[in-house]
């Protein structure tokens, strides 16, 4: 039996190959491994940012908790919010206007600092506006009052009333109406009366009288001095109420009224009244 001399000398080739020798090629094979050590302060600058990012997290979920919060009254408010039919009385102003869109002078408007209460008598017409309420139009009456420098409002007792002339167009017929100052000092009107139309028993006919929109300025009476406006109806048509015996006219401002005769027609709904200007001619201008 032949064989190699290894072979012969040292067994088979596996008890050669696990003798404690090194292995020649283990150094190219599986060269040796160096670590890298971890650079110093790493792992705090690890945990400070990881700690900043749970901060900033934390700060985002506050805010937008906060503004959800803060948003809930609003939308409580909004959906609350309606448009209710609640009538707001506009303060007073210093200027006093007619319905018409423009304003007299503010020198000649009474002041508004400290308006009176004014009571409603128990003898006014029904419809008839009290100072201070709203009347048929719609309109805020100011009440009486009277400013430092300028000449108080003229009160019933102050005046006299009667019925200008009259003119007719196209259907319309016009008459003046008069208010006369017969105290001994100077008193101012100004704006709208209050006009009805009443039977030979005094109870009124129909509703009071409408106002022509249109501006009015304050109208100082001295002694003797007349201011007018005029009443507008419509001659026949439609349907016609009972022609009036008498008038009642309250001026502007006072809850005393004056009660003068007179016939008037109203028809077809057409019943109104300009402002108060200068003079015994009413007020015809537009």
Do not use: W
């Not at 072979?7 to 890298?36: A, K, N, Q, S």
């Not at 019933?156 to 208010?179: C, E, F, K, P």
């Not at 039977?199 to 009071?208: E, L, N, R, S, Y």
């Not at 507008?232 to 003068?260: E, F, K, M, W």
């Amino acid at each position: 039996m032949t064989g190699s001399p290894d072979d012969r000398e040292d067994g088979d080739l596996t008890r050669r190959l696990d003798t404690d020798r090194p292995d020649p090629l283990e150094p190219l094979l599986r060269p040796p491994t160096t670590c890298l050590a971890t650079p110093p302060g790493a792992f705090h600058r690890i945990r400070r940012r990881a700690a900043r990012r749970r901060r900033a997290r934390a700060a985002m979920v506050a805010a937008a908790v906060a503004a959800v919060l803060g948003g809930v009254p609003y939308l409580v408010g909004a959906i609350s919010t309606s448009g209710g039919d609640e009538v707001v009385v506009p303060t007073a102003t210093r200027s006093r206007t007619g319905p018409g869109p423009h304003s007299p002078s503010p020198s000649t408007a009474p002041s508004a600092t400290s308006p009176p209460a004014v009571p409603t008598p128990a003898h006014r017409p029904p419809g008839d506006p009290s100072p201070g309420t709203t009347g048929p139009s719609g309109r805020t009456v100011a009440p009486s009052r009277h400013t430092p420098g300028t000449s108080p409002m003229c009160t019933a007792s102050q005046l006299t009333a009667a019925l200008g002339g009259g003119d007719a167009g196209a259907g319309n017929l016009y008459r003046s109406l008069v208010l006369t100052n017969r105290a001994s000092g100077a008193c101012q009107v100004s704006g709208y009366p209050g006009l009805s139309l009443l039977d030979t028993d005094g109870k009124q006919i129909g509703v009071p009288a409408a106002r022509d929109r249109r501006t009015y300025a304050p109208v100082v009476l001295q002694p003797g001095g007349s201011a007018s406006v005029t009443i507008h109806t419509v001659n026949r048509q439609g349907v016609c109420l009972p022609t009036s015996a008498q008038l009642r006219i309250y001026p502007p401002g006072d809850t005393a009224s004056l009660v003068i005769p007179g016939e008037v027609t109203n028809c077809d709904g057409r019943f109104s009244v300009t402002p108060f200007a200068a003079g015994t001619s009413g007020n015809p201008s537009a």
